[in-house]
């Protein structure tokens, strides 16, 4: 079940019938998926921006990948700490949110 509640869990009954009342499935945002499934870490719009490029910014502590979240909590990126030319940084897996 990971960091998802069963509360939030729809059969596919429920979800049929909500298909067949307005064509559209509620899902979960993705901003929520990333923090029930990874850490979190909160950028700020400096850090946003570098990741939109595709930059490296500075490491999270963390073993693990994390879901790196904007200011205003839009999953940005997911982010791994590595070496690089001996320097600890946190680089992007995954980049969600293009440049501004």
Do not use: C, H, I, N
């Not at 009342?21 to 499934?37: I, K, S, Y």
């Not at 909590?73 to 992007?92: C, F």
């Amino acid at each position: 079940m990971g960091g998802y509640p069963l509360a939030g869990a729809r059969t596919l009954e429920e979800l049929e019938a909500q298909a067949d009342a307005d064509g559209t499935l509620a899902t979960l945002p993705l901003a929520d998926a990333a923090r029930g499934t990874f850490p979190v870490r909160e950028l700020d719009e400096v850090e946003v921006r570098a990741l939109g490029y595709g930059q490296w910014v500075e490491p999270s502590g963390r073993s693990e990948v994390v879901a790196a979240l904007s200011p205003s909590g839009t999953l940005v990126a997911l982010l791994e700490d590595t070496k690089r030319r001996g320097e600890s940084l946190a680089k992007p897996v995954l980049v969600l949110a293009p440049a501004p």
